[in-house]
């Protein structure tokens, strides 16, 4: 197994390969590189990864079941994922396969890429995928496709197989966006359509009420809009002009309005109003923007710290919510993990957060004040250690006395 790991390692590295393309699911990734070369990682309890097992890949791994397809793009839905090849006019998908979201007919889970026969022959412009649905976008502007109506049917039935969208009949759609439970498009002429569930404001139509059609949304003084990507359960959209605005669900301020409201209609960032937004991207509870000069933003659910203190080598931090992180060196157990481990990133103190799993279980100390001294000399406290030569030489000055610590501390840090 180490020996194909390793092989399967430098077919990927050996000549360089350019990372062309990368998507994100719940908690699984997966890129595209130069070569047609697609690589996936990170959680893989459903099949998502397409290695054929259920383990998790802490590292991106060739996943070989699609070498020589000529892959051209790859879509990460919650816990299942999609493969497109242009050359042979195929859409692969695998994964979580509950209520049909793969499109091959059932509900099983694939644990490979397979081949969606009711997509076979079409030139696809684009596939979007959300938390139990899929979207494919013809070269043709067509839309081929539920428990909310995210499918844009005119119902709230399962589709197995994809069908097409009759609500766009004559419409030339752009591009897709999938949330959780919703949908959005973006038309040719720069319409933005909403549908699905709609709880949160998410469709933009000025209620909380679901659709199972597309419906047109408003837009701000009639702009047209250019790009649309959605959140677990927001929306987010750019303008022809480069203008952002969202709408939605804003418990975590992923709007990016300044509150914690959600809005029904979409209304425009205010904050990046000097900027030209090339791609946007959202996430469960946070929102990503990069603009035309190259400069990425974030707003949305983080870490709220409220106090912060930093040792020699280690760093601790108390957030909002009542939750401890430490990280940096942990070779002597202070970042408060159970272990000796150096932490590159923050990780939650389990004894001491609310969140913790350990429900603030503290280990108490096991002195008795009244059994031996609670008190040690200098002279006891200090290891002696080798001088430069090899040799063990006690301080001129130490005799014991409280007052008398080792002159060349240097020797006796711990490092």
């Known amino acids: 197994m180490a020996a194909e790991e390793e092989m399967s390692v430098s077919e990927v590295t050996g000549p360089f390969r350019q990372v062309l393309f990368i998507s994100a699911g719940a908690s699984h990734s997966v890129a ?3 070569g047609n070369v697609v690589c996936s990682w990170g959680r893989g309890e459903d ?9 998790d890949r802490l590292s991106p791994t060739q996943l070989s079941a699609l070498d020589g397809h000529e892959i051209i793009s790859v879509t990460c839905g919650a816990d299942h994922t999609t493969a497109y090849s242009l050359s042979r006019a195929e859409v692969y998908s695998w994964g979580w396969g509950d209520f049909g979201r793969l499109g ?8 490979t890429p397979q081949p969606i026969k009711a997509l076979h022959g079409l030139r696809i412009k684009q596939i979007a995928c959300g938390d139990s649905h899929c979207l494919a976008v013809t070269m043709e502007g067509e839309v081929q496709r539920n ?3 995210q499918l844009g049917l005119g119902n709230t039935e399962d589709a197995l197989v994809p069908q097409k969208i009759q609500a766009f009949q ?31 404001g998410n469709l933009g139509l000025g209620d909380r009420n679901d659709r199972l059609v597309p419906e047109k949304v408003s837009t701000v003084n009639g702009e047209k809009m250019d790009l649309v990507a959605c959140g677990w359960r927001h929306t987010i959209s750019v303008s022809a002009t480069g203008g952002l605005y969202t709408h939605g669900w ?24 000097g900027s030209f937004i090339k791609q ?9 923007a990069l603009t035309s000069c190259g400069k990425l933003y974030g707003w949305g659910w983080n870490k709220n710290v409220v106090q912060v203190s930093c040792g020699w080598r280690h760093t601790l931090a108390i957030t909002e919510e009542k939750n401890v992180f430490s990280w940096g060196r942990g070779t002597n157990g202070q970042l408060g993990h159970g272990e000796s481990v150096d932490r590159n990133f923050p990780k939650i103190v389990e004894a001491l957060s609310i969140d913790g799993s350990s429900g603030q279980q503290i280990e108490s100390s096991k002195l008795d004040p009244l059994s031996g001294k609670s008190w040690v000399s200098p002279a006891e406290r200090y290891a002696v250690v080798p001088d430069e030569s090899g040799q063990t030489v006690p301080s001129e000055k130490g005799n014991g006395s409280d007052i008398n610590v080792p002159e060349n501390d240097v020797k006796r840090m711990r490092m």
């Open 250 to 273: 804003s418990k975590y301020g992923q709007l990016g309005h300044g509150d914690f409201e959600d809005h029904l209609v979409p209304h425009k960032v205010e904050a990046l109003a």
């Open 47 to 55: 099949g998502q990864l397409g290695h054929g097992d259920a383990e």
């Open 170 to 200: 004559g419409i030339a759609i752009k591009m897709v966006a999938a949330g959780a439970e919703h949908t959005a498009a973006v038309s040719e002429e720069g319409a933005l359509y909403g549908w699905g569930w709609g709880r949160y």
């Open 280 to 288: 946007i991207s959202g996430g469960w509870r946070h929102t990503m």
């Open 32 to 34: 595209l590189l130069s």
């Open 147 to 149: 428990q909310n109506g």
């Open 104 to 111: 091959h007919g059932n509900s099983s889970d694939l644990f």
